[in-house]
């Protein structure tokens, strides 16, 4: 099964930390750009962060300096560490690829803007 799996969300205090994880399954070969979105409640889906193949980082605005993503090429995996949590960061985050390489079938594929199902984050005040 070809798919993004996200873990760590959920509960916690104004002020804490949580680090997200998003595995890519072992079908996939590669991918390339990698990126973390949220969507608040009532409002649209935003970028957070997003990682190139080689470890280049751009952030929003409003998680800079709070927020780390990196990623582990061998393990095809990348991570989002949130500290300084705040009430507003409250969404659901979503793991993307803009590409991914997998095999399937005796096939190697590329697929295109390829989307986890999602972890919730919830933070308190």
């Known amino acids: 099964q070809v798919q993004l799996v996200e873990s760590g969300g959920g509960l916690v205090q104004a002020g804490g930390s949580l680090r997200l994880s998003c595995a890519a399954s072992?079908?996939?070969?590669?991918?390339?750009?990698m990126a973390w979105y949220r969507r608040a409640p009532g409002k649209q889906r935003e970028l957070v962060a997003v990682?190139?193949?080689?470890?280049?980082?751009v952030y929003a605005d409003s998680v800079k300096g709070r927020f780390t993503i990196s990623r582990d090429n061998a393990k095809n995996t990348v991570y989002l560490q949130m500290n300084s949590l705040k009430p507003e960061d409250t969404a659901v985050y979503y793991c993307?690829?803009?590409?991914?390489?997998?095999?399937?079938?005796?096939?190697?594929?590329?697929?295109?803007?390829?989307w986890g199902q999602g972890t919730q984050v919830t933070v308190s005040s």
């Open positions: 993307n690829a803009d590409r991914i390489h997998y095999y399937s079938d005796g096939y190697y594929i590329w697929a295109y803007d390829y």
């Open positions: 072992e079908s996939i070969i590669s991918t390339d750009n």
């Open positions: 990682i190139s193949s080689d470890g280049s980082a």
